[in-house]
C-alpha cells in the first residue's frame, strides 16, 4: 500500500476533535492533514468530508460520480453500537461474535431500518454457525432470515448474499445455490471481499481448490488487512499440500489477529504434517477453542508416539464435543488409523447437520480413509462429486 491514513478521536461532552492525516509509506511523508471540531450529531458529515477529501488528494475517480448515498441513523447512538459491534466482531473468537450479535441487535431495536447493522447481525449470526456456538438448526436459519431482512432493507448490499451463500454451503448442501449467491455477492459490489470468499469457500467444498486460492488472492488484493481471508487460504493451501505457503498464510492470520479461532489448530496440522511434532504441539497447546485444542493434542501426541496422552485428550474431547462436534471426534480418529470409530463419528456428523461437514472434500487430515469406499459414499450424501 502506497498510502495510509493517520488520526485520533479525543471526546468531550458532546463534543469531539478528529485529526486526520494521508502519509505516503514510501518515506513518511505527510500529504494532508486536517482538524474537524464538531458536536457528536455531525459524526457522519465529518466521516464524509474527510473521505470526499481523501479522494482528492489522491485524484480519485469513484466510478466518475459522486459518492453514493449511504444509510445512516439519525440516531448517533444506533451507530455508536454499531461500530462496537463490528469492533467485537474482528475479535474472531466465541466471546467477540456474542458481543458483536448483542450490539448490533441493541441497534436495531433503536433503528430497525439501519441496514449495516442489519447486514452485521447476518454475518455474525453466520459465523456463531460456522464455529458451532449455535446448533446448527438454529443457527443457520436464524442466520438465513437475518440475511433476508438485511437484503429487504438494502436490496444492493452483497454482504447479505455472502451469508446466504455460507447457509447454502455449509447448511444446505445446496452447492448451486451457494455459487449463485456468491456470483450475486461479487456483481452487486465487485470490490467487497465477502462475495469472493463465499465463493471460494464453495469451490474449496467442490475440491476445485485452484479457482479457490484465485478467488482469495484476489479477495487478500482487495483487502491485505483482512485476517479471514488469509484463513480461508490457510485452509485451501492446507488441502491442497502446499504447506509452507499453508503456514505463511496462516501465521499471516495470527499476526493480525491474536484471537482468531482454529488458526493455531491448522497452523498445528501443518506443521505435523511437515514433520514438526514439537512445534505442532505447541500450537496445539495455544489453541483458544477448548474442543479444537483437544482435537489437535491428541493428534500430535498420537503423533509422537505418545499414546496414554493421545487417549486422555480424546476422552475429553469426546465427552465435550459428541454433541455439537462429531466431525472433529472422526478427524481425530482418522488420523490415528482407527477407520470404524471415524465412521462412526462421520455417521453422527451427517444426523446433527454438523457445520464442518461442508469441508470434508480432500481434507488431508482423513488420509487414512480416503480409500474406503464408504468415505465416497459420504460425500455422495452430501451431494459433492466422489
Do not use: C
Not at 455508536?80 to 458483536?100: H, I, K
Not at 503456514?247 to 504434517?273: D, M, N
Not at 477407520?339 to 488420509?367: H, M, S, V
Amino acid at each position: 500500500m502506497r498510502y495510509a491514513v493517520e488520526g485520533s478521536v479525543r471526546k468531550s461532552a458532546d463534543q469531539f476533535r478528529i485529526t486526520a492525516e494521508l502519509v505516503d509509506t514510501r518515506d513518511g511523508s505527510q500529504r494532508w492533514s486536517e482538524t474537524y471540531d464538531r458536536s457528536i450529531g455531525e459524526t457522519f458529515t465529518v466521516q464524509d468530508a474527510i473521505a470526499a477529501n481523501l479522494v482528492r488528494e489522491l485524484e480519485l475517480a469513484v466510478g466518475g460520480q459522486e459518492f453514493p448515498a449511504r444509510s445512516m441513523p439519525n440516531n448517533p447512538a444506533v451507530y455508536d453500537l454499531y461500530l462496537r459491534g463490528a469492533q467485537a466482531y474482528d475479535r474472531y473468537d466465541r466471546e467477540g461474535y456474542d458481543r458483536a450479535a448483542d450490539l448490533y441487535q441493541q441497534a436495531l431495536d433503536l433503528d430497525r431500518t439501519f441496514a449495516p447493522a442489519a447486514i452485521g447481525l447476518a454475518q455474525v449470526l453466520v459465523a456463531r454457525a460456522q464455529w458451532g456456538y449455535v446448533a446448527p438448526n438454529i443457527g443457520y436459519e436464524q442466520a438465513r432470515q437475518a440475511a433476508e431482512n438485511a437484503s429487504k432493507l438494502d436490496p444492493q448490499a452483497s454482504a447479505p448474499h455472502q451469508v446466504l451463500s455460507e447457509v447454502h454451503s455449509q447448511y444446505d448442501w445446496d452447492w448451486a445455490g451457494a455459487l449463485s449467491e456468491a456470483d450475486r455477492a461479487i456483481a452487486l459490489d465487485p470490490h467487497d471481499t465477502t462475495g469472493y470468499m463465499a465463493k471460494a469457500l464453495v469451490l474449496h467444498s467442490l475440491g476445485r481448490l485452484t479457482e479457490s486460492d484465485t478467488e482469495l488472492s484476489h479477495a487478500a488484493s482487495l483487502d491485505p488487512l483482512n485476517p479471514a481471508v488469509y484463513f480461508n487460504r490457510g485452509w485451501t493451501l492446507l488441502w491442497s499440500g502446499r504447506l509452507p505457503e499453508a503456514e505463511e498464510s496462516l501465521r499471516r492470520t495470527l499476526q493480525i489477529s491474536p484471537t482468531y479461532e482454529s488458526a493455531h489448530f491448522y497452523l498445528g496440522h501443518v506443521l505435523l504434517l511437515r514433520g514438526d511434532t514439537a512445534g505442532a504441539l505447541t500450537q496445539m497447546q495455544q489453541e483458544p477453542d477448548q474442543e479444537s485444542r483437544l482435537a489437535g493434542i491428541s493428534a500430535v501426541q498420537f503423533a509422537m508416539g505418545h499414546r496414554k496422552e493421545s487417549d486422555l485428550a480424546l476422552e475429553q474431547l469426546t465427552r465435550m464435543a459428541a454433541g455439537d462436534w462429531a466431525s472433529g471426534i472422526a478427524l481425530v480418529h482418522a488420523i490415528r488409523n482407527e477407520p470404524e470409530a471415524a465412521f462412526t463419528w462421520l455417521d453422527r456428523a451427517y444426523a446433527q447437520k454438523d457445520e464442518d461437514l461442508y469441508i470434508i472434500k480432500g481434507n488431508p487430515l482423513l488420509r487414512n480413509v480416503v480409500r474406503d469406499p464408504r468415505y465416497a459414499a459420504f460425500l455422495r450424501k452430501l451431494n459433492l462429486p466422489d
